[in-house]
């Protein structure tokens, strides 16, 4: 049995976020990292700077927006890009999966929706179901499975600062919350709230908000949901919230679970 870390951060252009990458990795065991908002065409991938620390590179991406990565210790068993389903749009930017053993890897940067009445929120909430989907074609609830990255939804009362306010937000509406919701229930178990159960933790801090970090004013929109075949194998789950503190962050900070396979 070996201890296995996988981290999930929104890193809002990995370009521009290399160095805060470089210092962190090196600073923390990570053994996969997910990655969303890369913002970066596949050409231009920095998949060198990733491999000098030691990490294998899946990834698809497109200019100035979305772009999802996968990079990992060990080698990949398996991997897929994108739902699979004949569904435009595809999503290819927005879901990668990977394998190591018997250990499943979904990475997903839902839609954040722009507004309820806009077509986005429409598309955020199919993209829900096309997950629903997905995990019934390819995917066992007896099977170790982690669904991690930036879901664009704050679960409950004690994810966000002043939910009071907030109701009619694309990422706090009660029919997303409840969307979110039907999707878990598809056998997902959230990881964080397991090991973290007080409110006040955040993975987002936005940039339009003065020191937002400072104030601990912000959204947990960042999530590792676990299998219960993999949850008996947590040892914990945590936000991390120093890379934030440094120059030029993203807006979102990692979040990180610890388990022994």
Avoid at 3 to 15: G, K, L, Q, W
Avoid at 177 to 198: A, C, M, N, T
Wanted: aromatic share 12%.
């Amino acid at each position: 049995m070996a201890r296995f870390t996988i981290a999930t951060f929104n890193v809002n252009s990995v370009r521009s976020r290399m160095p805060i990458l470089q210092k962190w990795l090196s600073e923390h065991h990570v053994d996969a990292l997910c990655l969303q908002e890369t913002k970066v065409v596949d050409e231009a991938f920095p998949e060198a700077d990733f491999r000098d620390m030691g990490y294998r590179c899946l990834y698809r991406g497109e200019k100035s927006y979305n772009g999802v990565a996968i990079l990992t210790k060990e080698p990949l068993d398996g991997f897929a890009v994108g739902f699979g389903d004949g569904e435009e749009p595809e999503g290819e930017t927005r879901l990668l999966r990977g394998r190591i053993g018997d250990f499943c890897m979904v990475n997903t940067y839902i839609p954040q929706g722009k507004a309820i009445d806009h077509a986005d929120y429409v598309y955020k909430h199919r993209f829900l179901d096309r997950m629903k989907s997905l995990f019934d074609r390819e995917y066992l609830r007896s099977e170790k499975i982690v669904w991690v990255g930036d879901m664009n939804v704050a679960p409950t009362d004690m994810d966000v600062t002043s939910p009071e306010k907030k109701r009619e937000h694309p990422c706090f509406a009660p029919d997303i919350q409840e969307h979110f919701e039907d999707v878990k229930s598809w056998g997902f178990i959230d990881l964080f709230r397991k090991y973290r159960p007080d409110p006040g933790e955040f993975s987002f801090f936005d940039y339009r908000v003065k020191n937002s970090l400072e104030r601990n004013i912000g959204w947990r929109i960042d999530h590792v949901l676990v299998t219960p075949a993999l949850e008996k194998h947590g040892v914990d789950c945590w936000i991390d919230r120093e890379p934030r503190s440094w120059e030029k962050p993203s807006d979102h900070t990692p979040v990180l679970a610890s388990f022994d396979l």
